[in-house]
Each structure stands twice: as structure tokens, then as C-alpha cells.
Nanobody, 119 residues
Framework: QVQLVESGGGLVQPGGSLRLSCAASGIIFSIKTMGWYRQAPGKQRELVAA???????NYADSVKGRFTISRDNAKNTVYLQMNSLKPEDTAVHYC?????????????WGQGTQVTVSS
């Protein structure tokens, strides 16, 4: 059984910073692309940032220059450093990873962590 568990969300003032972490556990052969998504109330889930196993990254235009995604392959963990946070960044943030096991490759999701940016 593979699980992805996020941590690091919370309440922060505009202009502040947060660092999200997402650790994968279970019988894992490798993890290909990992990503962070977010969903605000009444809106569709959207991609925030993604990173391949080789370290190539891509970001939503709305977070370029403010957010940085990184990963530690040895720990099966992906991070999202969020700086200069804005109220419009408020959302539940989810991590996802394409996990390769002995028998299959499948997209797993974490349970989500709330990020609230408010004064």
C-alpha cells in the first residue's frame, strides 16, 4: 500500500512564506513525476508545480518566481517552498506522484493540506 502524506500547511500573512512537504511510503520501486496541485473553494483543481525524477520543473504562471519545487529521491519526498504568498494562494494543496511498484505504475494523491493567506 502506497501513501502520500503532506505537511506544512497553515495560516500565514500576505507576503509570508510556507514550506510544504510530501512523503511517499510503501513498497516503491521509483517515483516518476511528482507535483503539487491546489483547489480553492468553488474552483477546479489546478497544477501549481511539477518536477520529474531528473529534476526538470514547470510552474503555473501565477506562482513563477515565488514558488520553488524540489525533491529528495532517496527519501521519496517532494517539497514546495512558497514565498511572497498572496490571498489568492489560499487553497487546499495536494501532492501527487506517479509511483512505480513491482507490478504497476499509478498516480497516487495525498489527503491535502490547507494553506490560508490572510491578515
Amino acid at each position: 500500500q502506497v501513501q502520500l502524506v503532506e505537511s506544512g500547511g497553515g495560516l500565514v500573512q500576505p507576503g509570508g512564506s510556507l514550506r510544504l512537504s510530501c512523503a511517499a511510503s510503501g513498497i516503491i520501486f521509483s517515483i516518476k513525476t511528482m507535483g503539487w496541485y491546489r483547489q480553492a473553494p468553488g474552483k477546479q483543481r489546478e497544477l501549481v508545480a511539477a518536477i520529474t525524477s531528473g529534476g526538470s520543473t514547470n510552474y503555473a504562471d501565477s506562482v513563477k518566481g515565488r514558488f520553488t519545487i524540489s525533491r529528495d529521491n532517496a527519501k521519496n519526498t517532494v517539497y514546495l517552498q512558497m514565498n511572497s504568498l498572496k490571498p489568492e494562494d489560499t487553497a487546499v494543496h495536494y501532492c501527487s506522484g506517479r509511483v512505480v511498484t513491482i507490478t504497476t505504475a499509478y498516480d497516487y494523491w495525498g489527503q491535502g493540506t490547507q494553506v490560508t493567506v490572510s491578515s
